[in-house]
């Protein structure tokens, strides 16, 4: 018997030492086959150049860094502390610390912010009847309290006075983001206060606060250098026009012009559409993951990282993933260049894409194979960002088509026939827009199954 057992014992011996060889073998042959990276491709330079001379643009002066201190304490100015943010950000990134931890020392916490605004930022975006509801039951005691938060509304009405945006921090999964969600409650600040003044017949001051918010927010649209930046100021100018509507139903027809921004006036232009710069910011992001953010003492210290970290450097070509990256980047942004009745075929081409279009039809290669399944992992339903964008130009639309209307004093009643006969449409279909008679509201289908509504019921000033 214990012959046998040492017989099995040796036999197995053999075929762990087997594998175990054969991996050995493996990894070398990889490491042999990895020895090179690729030199940088034209499609990445042209990206670097992009990225590195948007950075270069910004100046003390920069709403993003008004944004990044927005979160500050009332007593401290946001600007500087933003600015000490994001220096603090650069420099640690270039000595390869830890971003997180640094920004920390330094960060202010969230002012805290009144519940009753809290769940107008949440309702009053297009359920505008829900709204219209709580604003009604809520009128009373909004004045108030507005009047407490009366320095953060002046902060926010600072922010609408810069005329510039330049994200100059590293695109990185370590570099901290701003408080978008404080920023999304100032606006209800701001639009709670124009609601009050159109309940009040104050066409100009509503239009001041209007213009103000609309004409910073496109800008920023046309700056923003990530994806998540386009899109929150998407859903921020989504906001504002929700709020709008709303805003102008409050106002008596001869006042409902003179309270219209004019640059709604103005259709949503090649520059803020564009996302070749949020594309690129994209692609920085990748290319700062594989050089930056895999680096060990990012992660948490422990022997397997470590050891992961040893075995897998060698099998990424980092240059060779940017550049693979780069070339998918520049095709999706020349795939978006088109008109917006041909977007829809467009952005549906893009969601159709199999999750790892960058490597389909490639099976497993000897060069760069983490690099490959990271470029695989990190594709992402860009056509999703771009619809999403795109479908501003059909919110302006509406936007100005009911302004119009209310100007004109109709009634629901008469809006379905109206809407028929508006030079005004879907920017996709070229058909009307939709009209709900149960909810009276107008309706906006966007893409990528999208829906947007707009209530329209006659002034109770009336």
Known sequence: MMKMIKGVMKGLSWILLSLLAFVVCAYLLLLAANMRDSEPSASALQLQRFTEQRMQAATGNNAYAYVMGFAAASDIDPLHFGNDRIKVINQTFNTDGNVREADKTIYSPTPMFPEVFTQLATTCQFQNLTCQQQLIAEQDQLTSLLQQQDWLLARYQKLLAFNEWHE????????????????????????????????????????????????????????????????????????????????????????VAAATPQIWALPFNDEERAMLPALAGEWALFNNTIKHDLRSQQMDSSIANDLSILLLKPLIQKQESANRYADLVLSINDTLQVTYEQLPAAIEHLNNLPPNKIAAGVPFKLYNPVGELMLAGNHVALGSYAAKVADLEGLRRMSVMLAEFRSRGLSASELQQQLSQSTLHNPYTDQPYLWD?????????????????FLYKQSSVL
Do not use: C, E
């Open 168 to 255: 100059n921090v590293p695109v990185s999964t370590q570099t901290p983001m701003p408080d978008y969600r404080l920023i999304t409650k100032a606006q209800t600040l701001l639009m709670t206060h124009a609601w009050l003044l159109a309940t009040q017949q104050d066409a100009i001051a509503v239009n001041r606060l209007l213009t103000a918010d609309i004409h910073f927010w496109r800008k920023a649209l046309a700056d923003a250098d990530t994806l998540l930046s386009k899109l929150v100021i998407t859903g921020l100018i989504k906001n504002d026009l929700g709020w709008a509507n709303l805003i102008l139903q409050q106002l008596t027809p001869d006042n």
């Open 437 to 453: 008679a149960v909810q009276q509201s107008v309706i906006f289908n966007g893409l990528n199954g999208s829906s947007y509504r």
